[in-house]
Every structure is written in C-alpha cells, then in structure tokens.
C-alpha cells in the first residue's frame, strides 16, 4: 500500500494522487504553517470580538456538546476557565458510551461547576439507525471521506439537538470539540444561516424519516425554528484556533480526574461503537476514515507522522466488534 510520505494518506483514499516524490496532493495545496498561525489568530479574535458583543446575556452564554472524549472535555475546561462563560454542557447517549466515559462526565460536570443536560433518544429506533448505516449507502461521497457513515449519522443527530436547544433556549453560540484536524480552520466560527441548515438537515432526515418513519423526526428543527432566524447561534470549534497538544490536553484533563478509556479504540476517547464503524468502512471503501483528519494534524504538525500511521493501523479484536454487533442486533 503506498502511502504519502509527509502525511498519512494511503492510495486508496479518493482523489489522491503523488507527485514524483510521493508527495500527496492534499500535501502539495496545504497552506504554510505561517499562514496557518496568521488565521488561527484570525479566528480567535473573530470569536473573542462575539464574545464581546454577547457580554451580559443572560442564562447560559454557550451550548457545549459533550461528548465526555478528551477533546470536549477540554473544551469544556477552556469555555470555563479560560473564557469564564456560563457553559450548558450537552450529552447526546447513543448508547455505546464507555462506562469510563460516563464517569469521566460526572466528574468534569461537577468538578467544573456546569449545568448539565443529557439527550438519550430510544435505543431501539438509534440501534436500527446504526445497524442500516452500516450496510447501507446513504450519504455522498464527500461526507464519508471524513467519518463513516454510522459516524455521520450520530453527529447529524447531535449537531440537530444541539441546534434545536440552542435555539430554544436562546443560547448565542453552539461549541464542539472538534480536533483541528476534523473541522476545517475556515469553518471554525460560522453564523448558523437558516437556509443553509434547512438544506443540510433535509440531506440527513429525508433518508432516515424514509426508512424508519416519523419518530425519526422528533430529532430534527421544525418548521417553527427555522421561522427565527434572529435565534440561530454561531458554531465555534475553539481547538482549531488555540493551541493543540496532545501532552497539554492529558495533563490537564488528568488534574480534572479525568481518566483515558481502555475499551475504546485509539482514535475515540467514548465511544464504543467507533470501533465497528471504521471496521465497516475500512472494508467497504479500503481506507480508514480517520485518515482525513489525522493527515490533516501531521501536516499541521500537532501530531507526528509515527504516531498517525500508529493509530490507523490498529485492527479491531474480533471479539469487540462481535459484542456490537450483537447490541446492534446484526450478524
Ligand atoms: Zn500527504
């Protein structure tokens, strides 16, 4: 298998090809890292300049997703501590979180002093949602390059409950802990535009609603949320701007009493179900869906090539990926 020699890519990933050096072209169109830098500090002023603007709401300043993985725990830590907001923190369970995990939220919540709230929609209607995404082809071909299509059918439903509550509660800004290398620097700090929502939601909902009916919608804004566009928060990813260091980010959560999971694998600090996910998309499309994102963070260098190619090498225990799929209820 021929991989790039300055990220991670492999040959089998769509629309690569290599230069005489064996330089990907993802590689060859990156920026420099000094321009990198100029727009990291573009876009933390571009949210501390929002912060300022919403100084003196009340309630809660920042809508969190928390999924209690080491990257939103963080985030949690930065949103309250460093920034000083009044942080709603959110849970969506899609029951294959890892006990330790669980634990992990408990004890960040209230460590932290933040409100809490958690979102667990019915297992047998998510579990049949899981078990079609994963031998079913639903979503474009853009989308699965970036996570599998299990993958991207939970976070279509957390970014929408996220969303919906936000716009509930007037809350001004919807936080996620994306790595840099999952969310592009550009996208970092983006108003919420309504129509532009309308047109992604209908791309999610209008499969699942297809296949498993109406209750599918209980998960999705309605007609009356997008009817106030004034309510739609702006999203933010702060770890794309601030710093990322892996050893930092252990560190302090360790302080936090946070401890890592070892019945995850090694690119979730959560979920369970990740696992089975990039099995199945791993056989189906030949690359590994974290190869976008971790190639990205070599090439940002916030990770080192060794331990990339580390991680994405990993196989799945056959007797893990038989436990979820017994709870998935298929093979
Ligand atoms: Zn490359």
Redesign the pocket.
Known sequence: MRI??????PETFPG?SFNRDG??????S?CSSDRLERERAKYRRKFEDLLARHAGTSGYECLLCFSGGKDSAYTLDILKNRYGLRVLALTFDNGFMSPVAQENIGRLVEGLGVDHMVFRPRFDLVRRIFALSATESFYSGKTLQRASSICTSCISMVKSVALMTAIEKGIPFVVYGWSPGQAPLHASVMQTNPSLMKAAQRSVREPLVQRFGNEVDAYFLKEHHFERPELFPCNVHPLAFLEYDEPTIYARLAELGWVRPDDTDPNSTNCLLNTYANHVHQQRFGYNPYALEI?NM??ESVMSREEGLRRLSVRPRSEQLEVIRQRLGIG
């Open positions: 790039c020699s300055e990220c991670v890519l690569i330089v990907c072209n993802f590689c060859q990156a190639a070599v090439r």
